[in-house]
């Protein structure tokens, strides 16, 4: 290194001490690092569809039980929050978590099929449905959420679509045939997804053991199956008559 | 016994390469897959062809340089190395499908011997200790509990053959790569680089082109020394426990 100046010389010196990478980047860079934010973000979204599941339990209470469910929702927190305010916090975590879920998804699958790009000739049936599914299951659930956004909260294709009245607007939407369809069949999607994925986000965090492995997986098939019905329910009980 | 062989053909890394099927008979259950290969090679060479380049050394499973994928599996049908595979597990007139282990971070050389030096420098960045070479220390100077040197050597055992890269969706060196930091991380002698071994191998992991794991068990199932898939989850867990300590990533 050229040195005329001894303070320039100095400087240099003192900035060969690397400064540690930081904690997110290095994260972030890595693979392991971005399955952790996957697992993560993850398991936020299944806390979040638990409560969501629940909550649309209680159409089969009526009319009046459903709406002012709906009406409280944007109340929680006051008079410390303002009206609403919960509700945007809600959305603002569940937006980052589906944003950081599929770019790190996104990442990982473009590097995954590079460090394969041959196949064998011969192949054999490899792993379960739910795991062979998880890419193509996560942009169905992707586009499900965008349909579901547009249908039953900002209403723009809801064919009853008024404001507060939830109760109103669900019936409308599930009195389509082919929405209740699609609806069930993302819900499909959701109980492989996270069948898969529970199990998944506990091996990725470090939190499976041989000791724990098959509680986990019994964990996962239950929250699967929980979640599925759970949310199944709601169009079966339109198109069935019992919620109109 | 008599095989109808299809196998991959590649004269040099550049060239195309393709499936070719020969016929072997006279093969003795007894013979070992690779023996198999030998008499194929055997009758090549007096054809005047040119014989199948496949790695070997040990031939008593304990090496891992042998390595292909038979009939879609790493190793074969049985859960050993390509050297302990013997041909009772075949039938007569079978046809048997050999490839070499496919992923971008093990380009193929020729034939089926595949290119594996990323799994030295994955291990050249930190699987190892570093203590003073001389005379052996005394056994007991440092006490290892007997579970903990049991899952240390369990760990141990892996031979670095690549079944794990091979038989994953995603090329990815995970149960590899966890194997040697679960073996070092667990001991005392391990634990002075317990950070900077787990930072360091997965960088390197990262940067040799292996993909991500996405659980779906195939590495473990694929492996002949039956490292366990909880070795990943164990790596995972040191890989976040070192991120959060702010381990130093370069030595």
């Keep these: 290194m050229d040195c005329d100046r001894p303070s320039v010389c100095a400087m240099a010196l003192a900035t060969r001490t690397d400064r540690p990478p930081s904690l997110i980047g290095s994260v972030w860079r890595s693979t392991v690092g971005k399955k952790a934010v996957m697992a993560v973000t993850g398991l936020v979204m299944l806390a979040y569809l638990v409560a969501h599941m629940l909550g649309n339990l209680k159409v089969f209470f009526g009319a009046g039980e459903f709406n002012h469910y709906g009406h409280w929702i944007r109340t929680i927190g006051e008079p410390f929050l303002h009206h609403m305010w919960f509700l945007w916090l809600t959305r603002a975590a569940l937006t980052a978590s589906v944003v950081l879920h599929g770019v790190a998804a996104y990442q990982l699958s473009r590097r995954d099929l590079a460090a394969r790009p041959v196949k064998y000739r011969r192949t054999r049936q490899r792993a379960s449905y739910a795991t062979r599914t998880m890419r193509w299951g996560g942009v169905i659930l992707a586009l499900f959420i965008v349909w579901h956004i547009l249908d039953l909260t900002t209403l723009t294709v809801n064919p009853n679509a008024q404001e507060g009245r939830l109760y109103e607007n669900l019936v409308a939407s599930f009195g389509r045939w082919y929405v209740a369809v699609f609806y069930i069949a993302a819900m499909l999607a959701l109980g492989l997804h996270i069948r898969h994925g529970f199990w998944s986000a506990a091996q990725t965090l470090g939190a499976n053991s041989p000791r724990r492995d098959r509680v986990l997986k019994a964990a996962a098939n239950g929250l699967a199956a929980l979640l599925t019905c759970g949310f199944i329910a709601v169009p079966l009980g339109v198109m069935t008559g019992v919620v109109s | ?251």
């Excluded at chain 2, 290969?37 to 040119?50: K, R, S, V």
């Excluded at chain 2, 050297?83 to 597990?89: A, D, N, S, V």
């Design chain 2, 1 to 251: 016994m008599n095989l109808t062989l299809r196998i991959w053909r590649q004269r040099t890394p550049e060239d195309a390469g393709a499936m070719t099927t020969y016929e072997v008979g006279g093969i003795s259950e007894d013979m070992s897959f690779l023996e198999m290969l030998d008499q194929l090679n055997e009758e090549l060479i007096l054809a005047g062809d040119e014989p199948v380049a496949f790695d070997h050394d040990c031939r008593e499973g304990i090496c891992g340089a042998c390595g292909m994928v038979i009939n879609g599996r790493a190793h074969g049908p049985e859960r050993t190395t390509t050297c302990q595979l013997h041909m009772r597990h075949f039938s007569d007139g079978d046809t048997i499908d050999v490839e070499p282990w496919r992923a971008a971070a093990f380009p193929v050389v020729k034939d089926l011997v595949v290119d594996r030096s990323a799994f030295d420098r994955v291990i050249g960045s930190g699987g190892y200790v570093s203590v003073p070479t001389g005379s052996a220390p005394e056994a007991h100077a440092t006490p290892v509990p007997k579970p903990v040197a049991d899952l240390a050597f369990e760990h141990a055992e892996c031979i670095g053959c690549g079944a794990c890269v091979a038989a994953c969706p995603n090329g990815s060196a995970m149960l590899f790569t966890s194997a040697k930091v679960v073996h070092l991380n667990l001991l005392p002698q391990g634990a002075p680089e317990r950070e900077s071994r787990v930072l360091g191998m997965v960088e390197a992991m990262d940067d040799q082109g292996f993909g991500g794991c996405t659980n779906t068990g195939e590495c473990a199932t694929a492996c002949p020394k039956g490292i366990p898939l909880s070795s990943i989850a164990t790596m995972n867990r040191e890989y976040l426990r070192a991120s959060l300590k702010g381990g130093t990533r370069r030595r």
